[in-house]
């Protein structure tokens, strides 16, 4: 075989424009009377690394709002990416320092003790270049399919005095001017208008950029022939605005690589889009969005955690987060508060910027006052640290520390795998084949989605778990279930748990598998399929028994081990408890050993 091609989609530019308030204690209309003079005389702002010097902006929209704007960025590997931020970071508190010097504060968007709160919300805009109407049209569309997600994961809430609002994006719960995106079957000029007479009918608005993904960009923004992402709510830090420009650069090449492969994205129903967009401004990363069944509408409606669809789209997004050279440390704030809070045990963990302010709060009363906030955003150095990983760690070093190891390992990729064509053409020995018509193994993700069908017999229940127990390596559920919303795992583990005579409880972590609970579990496995063993002890053994059960090595018989529950619990008098269930699944005599 000869290589005859290679392609790889390369990142294109990228121009940020990151929002903040501005705040005039003790004055109604102070704010947009400040922010349109320092306009009119802004201090002098750093360059990037491309040399262009950033610049500042308003918006008739929202004018007690600040934009500082990067113009076009490269964002091709880590130390431009770094360097942008730095340079980004410095901007924000030098216009920060120009709001002091003129009686006023600049604070994160949602500060509720503004005259109107409503002027100062705005947006963080991400405007991608595309070098053709193909990868235009394919860009947006792309985009759109994931709206609820993005807005889930950037969304921010109102915050004050008494802490931060529940709920998802205020912004967009209170915009007039922002509608869900239209699928683009072309971005040829007449098709265009079509979608123009499409918003005039449904949402009496005729303008392409009033959408969460704009595609002809935002003239405002000198970003005309750009694509622009509307969805993200400004954020407090500049990393988690670079974490988002990530996200953006991966999702546009990612669009580059179905375009030269002449591939589309599939159309999701409008009103489904539009229903799963609602609930994630209304809840954020709590939100239960409905899952896409146009092909499958015998079967009930589906429903997904916002947290499971974030993780979903970074798993697709992971080869291009890998050609970006993306770090652990850029993505952090994006994914590990997400992966750690799915345990119900991680009721503090901080999943986005929303949870950091109600953690801040939590830790400190006077955390979110403005004069402590506007002193932040005058530092450069607090504006690119992480204090999302900061507060996390502090919360839970072990699950800080084993969440960062999965992230890295996602960003590493699978091992690359030795050619061993020459050992083989020496050795002559056959390569080991699956049975023929036998299927392979479920994964962890396919034997839960078998699962949540309704009234499923208990047989094909256990085919099913049988299947996922053919896989090599470790088998372990608590990950995947803690993706799905809370009531589908509950769910799923009602159905994986055998009938109470295949049940063992322990009372303390196993030696061996000669123990004698260890034993009646082996034995109710053998002869009924399958059983659990359960613990419930004080929350700090529970590292103990997986220390135990990864020592005592595998099970006698063919008998795999999965683990299903793995978490802590409050009990009487604010006792802190653990759980740790581990499934025991037997072979089909004669099989699967």
């Known amino acids: 075989m000869t290589l005859v091609a290679l392609y790889r989609s390369a990142p294109l530019r990228q121009r940020i424009s990151k929002g903040y308030s501005v705040y005039v204690p003790g004055h109604g209309r102070g704010a947009e009377e400040l922010v349109g003079s320092l306009l009119a005389g802004p201090p002098p702002l750093p360059a990037g690394p491309s040399g262009q010097p950033h610049t500042v902006r308003g918006s008739a929209r929202a004018r007690a709002a600040l934009w500082v704007d990067t113009g076009r960025a490269s964002l091709h590997d880590p130390a431009t990416r770094a360097r942008t931020a730095e340079a980004l970071a410095v901007s924000v ?54 709206t609820a997600s993005l807005i889930a994961l950037g969304g921010r809430q109102l915050y004050g005095p008494g802490g931060v609002a529940p709920g998802g994006s205020a912004r967009l719960s209170r915009s007039f001017d922002q509608v869900s995106t239209r699928y683009l079957d072309s971005c040829a000029p007449e098709h265009l208008e079509r979608v123009r007479t499409r918003l005039r009918q449904e949402e009496r608005v005729g303008r392409l950029e009033v959408m969460d993904v704009s595609p002809l960009g935002m003239p405002e923004a000198q970003a005309g022939e750009d694509v622009t992402v509307r969805l993200f709510d400004a954020q407090v830090t500049v990393a988690g605005t670079l974490a988002h420009a990530l996200l953006v650069q991966a999702l546009s090449m990612w669009s580059r690589d179905l375009e030269r492969t002449g591939r589309r994205v599939r159309q999701v129903p409008q009103f489904l889009l539009e229903q799963n967009r609602a609930r994630a401004v209304a809840h954020g990363l709590a939100a239960e969005l409905r899952v896409d069944q146009t092909r499958r509408t015998e079967e009930p409606p589906r429903t997904q955690s916002a947290g499971r669809a974030v993780r979903t789209l970074l798993s697709e997004l992971l080869p291009y987060l890998r050609q970006l050279d993306a770090t652990t440390d850029e993505l952090a704030p994006l994914f590990l508060g997400v992966e750690m809070a799915g345990s119900a045990a991680a009721s503090g963990f901080v999943r986005n910027e929303n949870d950091l302010l109600a953690h801040w709060h939590r830790e400190d009363r006077t955390a979110l006052a403005p004069e402590r906030l506007a002193q932040g955003l005058a530092s450069p150095d607090w504006l690119t640290a992480d204090h999302c990983g900061a507060s996390n760690r502090a919360v839970g070093h072990g699950s800080w520390a084993a969440a960062r190891v999965w992230l890295t390992d996602r960003l590493a990729g699978p091992a690359p795998q030795p050619d061993r064509r020459h050992e083989a053409q020496r050795d002559r020995r056959p390569e080991s084949r699956r049975e023929p018509g036998r299927p392979a193994p479920l994964t962890a993700d396919q034997l839960l989605d078998r699962l949540a069908r309704p009234d499923l017999p208990a047989p094909e229940v256990m085919d099913a778990l049988r299947s996922y127990c053919r896989a090599g390596g470790t088998l372990d559920l608590t990950r995947p279930l803690r993706s799905r919303g809370r009531d589908e795992a509950r769910a799923l583990r009602r159905v994986l748990r055998p009938r109470a005579g295949q049940r063992v409880r322990c009372e303390k972590p196993p030696v061996s598998w000669d123990d004698a609970t260890a034993t009646r579990a082996l034995r109710a496995a053998g002869e009924q399929g399958v059983a659990l063993m359960h613990w419930d002890l004080p929350a700090q053994d529970r590292a103990r028994v997986r220390e135990a059960l990864r020592g005592m090595g595998r099970a006698p018989g063919g008998v795999r081990t999965v683990l299903l529950t793995d978490t802590n619990y409050t009990a009487r008098e604010d006792e802190r408890r653990g759980t740790v269930e581990v499934l025991l699944v037997a072979p089909r005599e004669g099989t699967d050993r």
């Open 93 to 146: 508190a030098r216009v920060a320092a120009d709001v002091r010097r003129r009686g006023g504060l600049l604070l994160p968007t949602g500060w509720q003790q503004q005259p109107d709160p409503l002027a100062g919300l705005c947006a963080d805009l991400h405007s991608a270049e595309v070098l053709n109407p193909v990868q235009r049209e394919v860009f947006t569309n792309l985009v759109r399919e994931h």
